[in-house]
């Protein structure tokens, strides 16, 4: 019995968690007028999950350390925020702009939008906050044609993400950015993948 409740405590303080990673990167997004904050947000979320160890971690520590990250990082992730949402702006534009007869087309610009998430994924798993951001770009972009099991497992937790979106949209806002984030960060670790 002792058992049981030991491991129903460890999946409650897992989901606690969770809903707590997903609240403290909504309020920052948040705080950065969503624009502004989103990138600086999941990166602090990724540096968190790959640090994190839920024995010795406090809530008060955690809000530290996202607080830090975001901070320190806001800046320079706002450059390349702003590249990385020009473009999804611009390719995003011919799903409107291709007439929908050309069905083949739509897909395509579909993928392209595929190609970019993935991109991003890799962008913010290597990141260097020192370093020239268009070329950390230009190398996620590379990433992306390296590692296609990599991109396989992103893709299905980002199709999971929709599809729980799509099914339980209350579920997914306490906890769909940060368990992605979460899954992503222990495939790395699985593979040894953690730049």
């Given at each position: 019995m002792l058992v049981i409740l030991e491991k129903y405590t460890n999946i409650l303080q897992q989901l606690y968690w969770f809903a707590y990673l997903q609240l403290l990167w909504v309020i920052f997004s948040v705080c950065g007028c969503i624009?502004?904050?989103?990138?600086?947000?999941?990166?602090?979320?990724f540096h968190i999950w790959k640090d994190f160890q839920s024995d010795t971690s406090t809530t008060k520590a955690l809000f530290q350390q996202f607080h830090h990250v975001?901070?320190?990082?806001?800046?320079?992730?706002?450059k390349a925020g702003m590249l990385w949402q020009a473009m999804?702006?611009?390719?995003?534009?011919?799903?409107?702009?291709?007439?929908?007869?050309?069905?083949?087309?739509?897909?395509?610009?579909?993928?392209?939008?595929?190609?970019?998430?993935?991109?991003?994924?890799?962008?913010?798993?290597?990141?260097?906050?020192?370093?020239?951001?268009?070329?950390?770009?230009?190398?996620?972009?590379?990433?992306?044609?390296?590692?296609?099991?990599?991109?396989?497992?992103?893709?299905i937790v980002?199709?999971?993400?929709?599809?729980?979106?799509?099914?339980?949209?209350?579920?997914t806002f306490f906890f769909g950015v940060s368990l992605s984030i979460y899954l992503i960060v222990q495939f790395d670790r699985k593979t040894d993948c953690i730049f």
């Amino acid at each position: 019995m002792l058992v049981i409740l030991e491991k129903y405590t460890n999946i409650l303080q897992q989901l606690y968690w969770f809903a707590y990673l997903q609240l403290l990167w909504v309020i920052f997004s948040v705080c950065g007028c969503i624009i502004f904050g989103i990138f600086p947000a999941t990166y602090a979320l990724f540096h968190i999950w790959k640090d994190f160890q839920s024995d010795t971690s406090t809530t008060k520590a955690l809000f530290q350390q996202f607080h830090h990250v975001y901070m320190t990082s806001f800046f320079s992730l706002n450059k390349a925020g702003m590249l990385w949402q020009a473009m999804v702006l611009l390719i995003s534009t011919n799903l409107v702009i291709i007439h929908p007869d050309y069905v083949l087309f739509k897909w395509m610009v579909l993928g392209m939008l595929g190609f970019l998430l993935l991109s991003v994924i890799h962008f913010f798993r290597q990141v260097d906050l020192n370093g020239q951001i268009i070329g950390q770009i230009k190398k996620s972009f590379m990433l992306v044609l390296l590692y296609p099991k990599n991109n396989a497992i992103y893709m299905i937790v980002f199709l999971g993400l929709i599809l729980s979106l799509y099914v339980l949209p209350g579920v997914t806002f306490f906890f769909g950015v940060s368990l992605s984030i979460y899954l992503i960060v222990q495939f790395d670790r699985k593979t040894d993948c953690i730049f």
